[in-house]
Every structure is written in C-alpha cells, then in structure tokens.
C-alpha cells in the first residue's frame, strides 16, 4: 500500500486527524517553491506518485486502512514550467503582513486599509499607495494628503518580492518552510505576524 516517507500508523487510532488549515509547501522538481496547497491534496500528490514528501507535518489523514502523516514540504516528481505572476496579489491580509501589522502612521495596531493619496484625489489601488493603518488616523487622515496633515510615512510602501511571497503572499509559514523559500529572517518575521 503507497505511504507517506515512511510515516503510515496503526490503522484504528482516531486521534489528531488533519484539520482545514493543514497545508503544504510544493516545491518543483528543482526545489524552487511553487504554491502552497492544502495537507489533503499533498497527501494525493504524494500518493499518485506526483510528489515526494520532503518534511512531514503534525496532522495526520486517515483512509479506510491507513494514517498517513501530512507532509508540511513535498517536492514534485516531474518539473513544470510556472510562469510566475509578475507582482503578489494585493490583499488585505498581505498588506498587514508587509506593513507588520502597524499603522504606517502612528504604529498602532492597524485594522484597516488606506490609500496613502487618497483614491478620491486619483491615489490608485496599488502597493506604492496602499498601506495598513489604525482607525483613528483613517478617520482623521480622511480625503486628505499626509502633506497637508504634517504626517510622514515611517517607511515608503513598495511592492514585496522574493519567493516567499510570490508564493504564500500574506499567508501563515510553517517554519519547516523557510529552508525552501530562502528568505531572510526578517521577511520571515514579517511574513508570520498574524493579520
Ligand atoms: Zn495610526
């Protein structure tokens, strides 16, 4: 019966079965990451034969006859040709993760998104103009420019870059990860701060 590494457990033990936020890291056949994917369809991966488990998980899926342990990394059997989405989506959670979760303003704990040139003054939608902010300067800040406010920008918004995010954007990272997304620390921190 196929298996995962060599990870199949007692079939009858009906304990610590994969939740929904189980996920995996895929990787190409030349290591570089690819996509994350939920821990089920890694176990299906790795079960047709598509992929290789290249660091086990803490869930654990259980069929009519086996457990098997959800791999946190599996690498694919066969190289694909990805063409890479040119800029990471620009979503609420991924803007919190860039900006660490602050305000831009203030450093309070941010709670809503703003556009730095305000979208009625023709700001567009993009990630030099969006940032996370806390309510209150939100509200205050309104139709304004930060110029008319006195405000400044702790630091100039910009397009995040690098495998990580290409490939989990503003997602959670299971630390087993990092060695494959090749990040520095820093981005790493970044990229856990939850939003
Ligand atoms: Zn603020």
């Known amino acids: 019966m196929a298996h995962i590494g060599a990870v199949v457990q007692d079939a009858g033990r009906e304990d610590a079965v994969a939740g929904p936020d ?11 990451p690819l996509c994350v994917v939920s821990g089920r369809r890694a176990v299906v991966l790795v079960l047709t034969d598509k992929a290789i488990a290249v660091a086990l998980g803490d869930h654990v899926l259980h069929s009519a006859r086996v457990f098997v342990t959800v791999p946190a990394v599996v690498r694919l059997v066969r ?39 305000p979208k009625s003054r023709g700001g567009p939608h993009t990630w030099d103009n969006v940032v996370s902010a806390c309510g209150r300067c939100n509200h205050e800040k309104a139709d304004r420019h ?8 702790r630091r100039a918004p910009s397009v995040p870059s690098g495998a990580a995010w290409r490939v989990v954007g503003g997602k959670r990272v299971d ?7 090749g990040e520095p620390e820093q981005q790493d921190e970044l990229l856990d701060t939850p939003a």
């Open 175 to 181: 630390p087993r990860w990092h060695p494959f997304l």
């Open 22 to 32: 189980a996920q995996a890291l895929v990787l190409n056949a030349s290591y570089e």
């Open 146 to 153: 930060i110029a008319e406010l006195g405000w400044r920008l």
């Open 79 to 117: 190289f694909v040709r990805v063409p890479f989405r040119a800029t990471v989506p620009l979503t609420r959670k991924a803007v919190f993760a860039r900006d660490g979760g602050r305000c831009v303003y203030c450093d309070a704990p941010a709670t809503s998104l703003d556009h730095v040139i």
